[in-house]
């Protein structure tokens, strides 16, 4: 059974930075992505970041050059570097996984390749 535990999120001022985690466990593909979301309430879940493993990432282009994916193979955990935040950045973080997943990663629909199995979330607010 695949879980997926996000933490790490909290409060934060803006211009500050945080890091997320995401242990993963229940699997152990050869081939994997996972990705990182966020929800404001009463928004649609939006793409942040991705990672696959071939090592390939992929940023949402509110966060590139903020924001860093990274992914520990040895312990199977996934982080979310966020640095420069604002406050627009304030969100639900999720993080998740698919099923299956055949490389590469591309920029085209990677937010619906690399989902599917999904975490519970981590808060992260930002104050200006």
């Known amino acids: 059974q695949v879980q997926l535990v996000e933490s790490g999120g909290d409060s934060a001022q803006a211009g500050g930075s945080l890091r997320l985690s995401c242990a993963a466990s229940?699997?152990?593909?050869?081939?994997?992505?996972m990705g990182w979301f966020r929800q404001v309430p009463g928004e649609e879940r939006e793409g942040v970041a991705a990672?696959?493993?071939?090592?390939?990432?992929t940023y949402a282009d509110s966060v590139k050059g903020r924001f860093t994916v990274s992914h520990d193979n040895a312990k199977n955990i996934l982080y979310l570097q966020m640095n420069s935040l604002k406050p627009e950045d304030t969100a639900m973080y999720y993080c998740?996984?698919?099923?299956?997943?055949?490389?590469?990663?591309?920029?085209?629909?990677?937010?619906?390749?690399?989902?599917?199995?999904w975490g519970q979330g981590t808060q992260v607010t930002v104050s200006s």
């Open positions: 229940g699997f152990s593909y050869s081939s994997y992505c």
């Open positions: 990672i696959d493993s071939d090592g390939t990432t």
């Open positions: 998740a996984t698919p099923p299956s997943y055949k490389p590469p990663l591309t920029e085209d629909n990677w937010w619906t390749r690399c989902s599917g199995y």
